[in-house]
């Protein structure tokens, strides 16, 4: 996977890996599915604000808007499943809906 590119505290360019970003949010992220009891897409909306559907799935929006986790939702099992973890960027060209 590419990764994206973020600047450090002296300015310099870094690449920020996925799996950081994974284990950074997607973690957090699917043991609050597990605690928080979600019913419905409403209950997700309400604990995390920056959440939206797109069709079947639940789109994250985290690391201040840089990037997102797309994901399905299983309330009736409290599960959630990351099938995608994109850039900004990578999420606007929109390739991961097909």
């Not at 949010?25 to 699917?30: H, K, S, V």
């Not at 499943?81 to 929109?94: A, D, K, M, P, W």
């Amino acid at each position: 996977m590419r990764s994206a590119n973020a600047r450090d505290r002296s300015g310099q360019q870094r690449p920020i890996k996925r799996p950081l970003v994974l284990k950074t949010y997607g973690e957090p992220l699917r043991l609050l599915t597990t605690k928080a009891g979600w019913k419905k897409f409403e209950d997700v909306k309400a604990d995390y604000g920056a959440a939206d559907r797109v069709g079947q799935f639940t789109v994250f929006d985290i690391g201040g808007n840089k990037w997102r986790i797309i994901a399905a939702i299983h309330y009736n099992r409290r599960l959630l499943f990351i099938r995608y973890v994109l850039t900004h960027e990578e999420y606007s060209r929109g390739r991961w809906k097909e």
